[in-house]
């Protein structure tokens, strides 16, 4: 009687992904500066040069855009980046790759070494799940960093 009460207080998960367009219709990253483009479109120019945040880009195995995620908005100097909900997230969209990225207020596209080893946590926990993290650009107004195309990926 006891075990059948506690299952009953279980939580069911549903897990559902609805894209907006049809696959055809979708972006192909090609490089990083594709990557760049449609990141600079999709961010919030007001929010750019004043506050951090950091987004991923969802990509299928054919390299199109399933979409964007805002995972995080901080302060000037910096926000936090949960692996545990950038994953979800990869995961509830089968994403095949992730491009990381963030913007750095300050116009200064140099990758701090907290940036650098966030890049290497996520390459390797996305390893283990079969999700690329394909590349991680800094974003700013101006201009990008891309670690894949400086070899830092």
């Known amino acids: ?16 992904y ?13 490089c990083s500066k594709d990557c760049y483009e449609i990141l600079l479109q999709q961010w919030d120019h007001n929010k750019l040069e004043l506050l951090e945040q950091f987004k991923i880009m969802l990509l299928n195995r054919g390299n199109k855009v399933l979409g964007i995620m805002n995972v995080s908005t901080g302060g000037v100097s910096g926000t936090i980046a949960d692996p545990k909900l950038i994953f979800a997230t990869a995961l509830k969209a089968t994403a095949s790759g992730i491009i990381l990225s963030h913007n750095h207020p300050s ?8 940036d650098i080893n966030l890049t290497k946590k996520l390459k390797d926990g ?8 394909l ?7 101006e201009s ?4 894949a195309d400086e070899g830092l990926l």
């Open 126 to 133: 996305g390893a283990l799940l079969d999700i690329a993290v």
């Open 18 to 30: 609805r894209p907006k367009f049809k696959a055809s219709e979708r972006p192909r990253i090609t």
């Open 107 to 114: 116009g200064q596209l140099k990758p701090s070494q907290a």
């Open 1 to 16: 009687m006891d075990t059948q009460i506690r299952l009953s207080q279980v939580a069911e998960i549903e897990v559902s």
């Open 135 to 141: 590349d991680h650009l800094i974003v700013t107004s």
């Open 144 to 147: 990008y960093y891309s670690f």
